[in-house]
C-alpha cells in the first residue's frame, strides 16, 4: 500500500471527558468491540492513578502496564485507530493539552445527567485552539437524566459547537428504550447487561411505525417528537464544519451496557479525520520559514509530545512516545533529534501496532512510536531521519504553584539535579533556577504534580527533598524584540528572573498586578503564559 492509503485509513483521537462521565468504560468497550481487547486490566488499572497520590504510586509500580495503555491501537473496518490515554485528574491537565496536541479528533463523553462539567469545558477550549473536530457521546442513557434537548442546547451554548444528532434516545432511565438510528433510519432496542455484542442488539426499521408505538407506547411517540424537534431546529449535516471543530455528531447510549458504542466506533471511521498536515518551521538563508508537512511525504518527521519514565527505576529508561507527521517507520533506521542534531540511539522501539509490545514492524503518519532512550530526548523535540525542521505548537502552561526545593542530604546534590533535569524534560514539573543563584525552584499547575515528584525523587534517584512554600504565584515567558531591551528589564528586575529547563528567560510574579506593573514600565517587553516548544 502506498503512504497515503495508508494514512489515509488512519484515524488518531483522545477521549475527553469530566472525571466520572465513563470514559475508561468507553476506551473499555471500544478496544472490546474492535477485537483489541487483551488489555482490559490495564485500563482499569489506570484509572485508579487519579484518585489520590498513593493509588498514582501504586500504579507507578506497575509502570508497564500504564505505558502500554498510553497509546490503544485497534484494527476496525480497515482502519487503523490509535486511542491516546490522556490522564484524568486536573492536576495532570498539562499532560492532556499535550496529548491533544498530538491527535487529529477528540471524543467526548458526557454524563447525560450533569450536563456540560468544568473540565470538560477546559479541555474543549484546548481542542478549540487548534480546531480539533470533536464526535460527542452522551453516556449513562440508563440512568435518570436530563431531556436530550435539554443536553444539546447545553452544548451549543456553554461549547460554542452546533450539535447534530445521529442517535436519539427512545425514553431513559428505567424506561430506556434503545436509540433511533437516524442514518440507518432504524431503532436499536436496549437491553442492560454488560455481555452483549453490539450486533446482539435487535433492530427495528423506523418504517415499522405501528410496531414500534404499540410496543414502546409514549416513549416513541416522544421521543419521535423531540427528534423533529432537535432536527428540525438544528443544522444540517456540515462534514467541513465538523472538521473546522464548529459542528459536533451527536451520538447517545450507555457505555456499561455496550450500548450505542459501535455507531461511536462507526463515526470514528466515516468522520473523524485521517492524519492531518502539520506545522513546522524550518530555517532558510538562517530565516525560519513556516511549512506544512504532509502525511504522505516520505521522509520521517515526528514530534515528542510525551515522555514517560520506563519501568526500571535503575536504568533511568524513558520512552519518548513520538506522534509521526509523515513517512515511514521501519525497524533500525537511523533518525535525528533536531535539537542536539544527536542520532537518536534508542535500546528498544515499540509500536503500537497489535497490543505485543515486541512487535514492531511499520509505522506510518498519525501513529505513535515509543523509543526507550537513556536520555538525551525531551518533550517537543523534533525527530527526524535527515530534514532539518522543528515542530511548534506543543504547549507549556505558566505555573500558578511554586515550591522550593530543600535537599535533606546535601552529599545528594547531584542525584538531585540528576532527578529534576529529567523529571523537567519529562514535563512532570516546571524545573526554575534563579538567576541570582539560591535554591531551585518548582512550578507546577496542580499540587499533585509536586507530590509525584517529591516521591520520584526519593524513588529513583534516591534524593530525599522538603518542598517548601515560596512567595510566588506566577511566572510569565518573557520576550523582547531587541536584545538590549531585554538587557534592560532583567537589570530591572534581578531577583526576580529564572531560566526554565529549555533555558527560557521567565519573569516570577507574586501577585496579579506585577505583570501589569511590569507591562507599564516595560512596554516593550512581551510576557507570555504559555511556551510552545520552537
Ligand atoms: P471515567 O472517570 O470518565 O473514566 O468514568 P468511568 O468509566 O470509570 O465511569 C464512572 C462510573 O460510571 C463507573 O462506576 C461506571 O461503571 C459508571 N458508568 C459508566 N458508564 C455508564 C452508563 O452508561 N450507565 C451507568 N449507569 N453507569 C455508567
Redesign the pocket.
Known amino acids: 500500500m502506498s503512504y497515503l492509503s495508508e494514512t489515509r485509513r488512519r484515524r488518531t483521537f483522545a477521549i475527553i ?12 468497550k471500544l478496544l472490546l468491540f474492535s477485537g483489541a481487547i487483551q488489555i482490559a486490566g490495564s485500563v482499569k488499572a489506570r ?1 485508579a492513578s ?1 484518585h489520590a497520590t498513593s493509588d498514582w504510586m501504586e500504579i507507578e509500580k506497575q509502570r508497564g502496564i500504564s505505558v502500554a495503555s498510553s497509546v490503544m491501537q485497534m484494527a476496525y473496518r480497515d482502519h487503523v485507530i490509535n486511542l491516546l490515554d490522556t490522564p ?1 485528574h486536573k492536576d495532570f491537565s498539562e499532560d492532556t493539552y499535550r496529548v491533544l496536541t498530538a491527535v487529529d479528533s477528540a471524543l467526548m ?1 458526557i ?1 447525560a445527567a450533569n450536563g456540560v462539567e468544568a473540565q470538560t469545558r477546559r479541555l474543549i477550549e484546548v481542542c478549540r485552539q487548534r480546531d480539533t473536530p470533536i464526535i460527542t457521546f452522551v ?5 435518570e437524566v436530563r431531556e436530550p434537548l435539554d443536553i444539546l442546547d447545553e452544548v451549543e451554548r456553554e461549547l460554542g459547537m452546533a450539535c447534530v444528532p445521529m442517535t436519539w434516545p427512545v425514553g431513559q432511565g428505567k424506561t430506556f428504550r434503545g436509540i433511533m438510528n437516524l442514518r440507518t433510519q432504524a431503532m436499536t432496542v436496549f437491553e442492560s447487561g454488560s455481555e452483549r455484542l453490539p450486533q446482539d442488539f435487535e433492530t427495528i426499521p423506523l418504517s415499522e411505525r405501528e410496531t414500534l408505538t404499540k410496543r414502546f407506547g409514549a416513549d416513541f411517540e416522544h421521543a419521535m417528537e423531540s427528534m423533529e424537534l432537535a432536527t428540525g431546529a438544528s443544522h444540517a449535516w456540515d462534514h467541513n464544519a465538523f472538521l473546522a471543530g464548529k459542528q459536533t455528531p451527536v451520538f447517545f ?5 455496550n ?1 450505542g458504542v459501535m455507531e461511536v466506533l462507526d463515526a470514528l471511521v466515516d468522520l473523524a479525520p485521517s492524519p492531518q498536515s502539520r506545522t513546522s518551521t524550518t530555517l532558510v538563508n538562517r530565516q525560519p520559514v513556516v511549512k506544512e508537512i504532509q502525511p504522505e511525504d516520505k521522509d520521517f518527521a515526528g514530534v515528542v509530545f510525551k515522555v514517560q519514565a520506563n519501568m526500571d527505576a535503575n536504568h533511568r529508561d524513558r520512552i519518548a512516545f513520538v506522534r509521526m507527521a509523515s513517512g515511514k517507520y521501519t525497524p533500525g533506521m537511523k533518525l535525528r533529534v533536531q535539537r542536539t542534531a544527536k542520532e537518536l540511539r534508542p535500546t528498544s522501539v515499540v509500536t503500537f501496532m497489535s497490543q505485543r509490545r515486541e512487535a514492531v514492524d511499520e509505522a506510518y503518519a498519525g501513529d505513535i512510536v515509543g523509543f526507550t532512550t537513556h536520555g538525551g530526548v525531551q518533550l517537543g523535540d523534533t525527530i527526524t531521519d535527515g530534514a532539518a525542521l522543528q515542530f511548534t505548537g506543543l504547549p507549556f502552561f505558566a505555573p500558578e504553584l511554586f515550591m522550593t526545593v530543600i535537599l535533606k542530604n546535601p552529599l545528594r546534590t547531584k542525584q538531585l539535579q540528576q532527578g529534576l533535569a529529567q523529571l523537567g524534560e519529562e514535563g512532570a514539573i516546571q524545573v526554575f533556577r534563579p538567576e541570582i543563584g539560591g535554591p531551585m525552584l518548582l512550578g507546577a499547575v496542580g499540587q499533585l504534580q509536586f507530590e509525584v515528584v517529591q516521591h520520584r525523587l526519593k524513588a529513583e534517584y534516591d534524593a530525599d527533598v522538603k518542598l517548601e512554600g515560596c512567595q510566588y504565584t506566577g511566572a510569565r515567558w518573557i520576550t523582547a524584540d531587541t536584545p538590549a531591551e531585554l538587557r534592560e528589564f532583567v537589570n530591572a528586575y534581578p531577583q526576580r528572573m529564572a531560566k526554565d529547563a529549555a533555558d527560557t528567560l521567565a519573569f516570577l510574579c507574586t501577585s496579579p498586578y506585577d505583570v501589569r506593573l511590569a507591562q507599564e514600565r516595560f512596554p516593550k517587553i512581551h510576557f507570555h503564559p504559555l511556551r510552545e516548544h520552537a
Open positions: 471527558s469530566h472525571p466520572d462521565a465513563g470514559k475508561t468504560t468507553l476506551t473499555e484509572k487519579r484524568g463523553v454524563d453516556n449513562k442513557m440508563d440512568r447510549g450507555s457505555g456499561v451496557n450500548f
